[in-house]
Nanobody
Framework: QGELVESGGGLVQAGESLSLSCTAS????????MGWFRQAPGKKRELVAT???????SYSDSVQGRFTISRDNTKNTLILQMHSLKPEDTAVYYC?????????WGQGTQVTVSS
């Protein structure tokens, strides 16, 4: 089992919602900026959203206003709530933890949005 473990992917229709979770050890989670990336077939991996250890959030333009990233430091869990999903959101979603030069990745979870 890897350092970061994602769950919650699946198949939904356009306009529906889905929530992703990522759990990590406290050693990794607490000091890290946590984030979600995604990679669609034939495309480069792209940043979706990040949240610092202090709770400062940032989003890519493509998901701003539709996705919400949050973290529960008591459970060492990262959440991505996705609303108004579009077919172009279809991708493998990866959890990421970054602290200075240390970077960790999850194994990825598939999100498929049908039109």
């Amino acid at each position: 089992q890897g350092e970061l473990v994602e769950s919650g992917g699946g198949l939904v229709q356009a306009g529906e919602s889905l929530s992703l979770s990522c759990t990590a050890s406290e050693r990794i989670f607490r000091p890290s900026t946590m984030g979600w990336f995604r990679q669609a077939p034939g495309k480069k991996r792209e940043l979706v959203a990040t949240i610092t250890s202090d709770g400062i959030r940032s989003y890519s333009d493509s998901v701003q206003g539709r996705f919400t990233i949050s973290r529960d430091n008591t459970k060492n869990t990262l959440i991505l709530q996705m609303h108004s999903l579009k077919p172009e959101d279809t991708a493998v979603y990866y959890c990421n933890a970054r602290e200075h030069f240390l970077v960790y990745w999850g194994q990825g979870t598939q999100v498929t949005v049908s039109s």
